[in-house]
């Protein structure tokens, strides 16, 4: 009942900051959402590293480990995932932070994807100075045969770590350029771009960066795709997407939420996936 579009679109990040929800109840959760009929919207339980250390999830369960501590103790926490009978979809690491040179970080992730070549990578890149360079190594990586794409943050506590449409259609044209599907992080809060009344913030939309995938995987310039990504009114959104919901979803591969519910909830009211058995 969910179209190939949104497969897998939305991550559950019921477990990372600000949550206060504890393992056990996330995991109950998560199974119950793998029980309903909108399973297939669902990605993994995104799990902090630092928490694997403490108290790992026990059973089979569809996770992906987000890497808060250094790349070198990313294979205990994966091995301890495992060992605990999880099924790890894939990492997500920080390889600089905002300002510094992120070759060095990648150089560790590279070594981390030719050591477990099982294991999906995903390159936390800081949208500053660097970018285009990672992003190339990222492609020389994948060339090489190695299972390393990018993941970006669009959002935060501070004004300058939300992108402007401008500047994210870049990246998305960039990767569209170099054939890197990508994950976002942060701010995806609702289906429509929209600002925050509370802290004047505003966000990007789940359902414009979609759009925008679409649009950039047609050959379309920077500023065509910006203009999808400024968009407030649903309609030039919607159309695009309810023409190729049977279709696999390009270049955005997902983002996580806090819950499956709000952004579900958001995408049958605007028509695009089918509320659901009677």
């Known amino acids: 009942m969910v179209p190939s579009l949104f497969a897998g679109l939305v991550d559950d990040a019921s477990l990372l900051p600000p949550s206060f929800i ?16 909108f399973a297939a919207l669902l ?13 790992p999830p026990a059973g089979e369960l569809p996770v992906a480990l987000v890497g ?11 091995e ?7 099924v790890v979809s894939h990492v997500e690491v920080p390889v600089a932070r905002r300002g510094e040179d992120p070759q060095p970080g990648l ?9 477990d070549k099982d294991l999906q990578v995903y390159a936390e890149i800081p949208l500053s100075w660097g970018l285009l360079g990672a992003l190339d190594t990222v492609t020389e990586c994948r060339a090489a045969g190695l299972r390393i794409a990018p993941k970006f943050r669009v959002g935060g506590l501070a004004a300058e770590l939300f992108p402007t449409p401008v500047e994210l259609a870049a990246v998305i044209c960039a990767c569209r350029d170099r054939e890197l599907p990508f994950r976002l992080a942060a701010g995806l809060r609702h289906a429509i771009r929209h600002t925050d009344p509370e802290t004047g913030f505003t966000h990007h939309g789940f359902l414009n960066v979609l759009a925008a995938a679409i649009l950039a995987t047609e050959g379309a310039e920077v500023a065509e795709v910006a203009e999808v990504l400024a968009a407030t009114h649903p309609l030039p959104l919607v159309e695009p997407c309810r023409a190729r919901r049977d279709e696999t979803r390009p270049l955005f591969v ?7 519910v709000e952004p579900l909830t958001e995408l049958i009211r ?3 996936i089918n509320g659901g058995p009677e």
């Open 22 to 37: 504890s393992l056990r109840d996330a995991m109950v959760k998560h199974h119950e959402h793998r029980d309903a009929w």
């Open 43 to 55: 990605g993994p339980l995104l799990i902090p590293a630092t928490l694997v250390s403490i108290e």
């Open 68 to 78: 808060d501590v250094p790349v070198s103790a990313v294979p205990i926490a994966v």
């Open 80 to 86: 301890k995932l495992r060992s605990a009978g999880a």
């Open 107 to 115: 150089t560790a992730l590279r070594t981390l994807a030719e050591q």
């Open 254 to 260: 997902g983002f996580g939420a806090a819950g499956v």
């Open 270 to 272: 605007l028509g695009l």
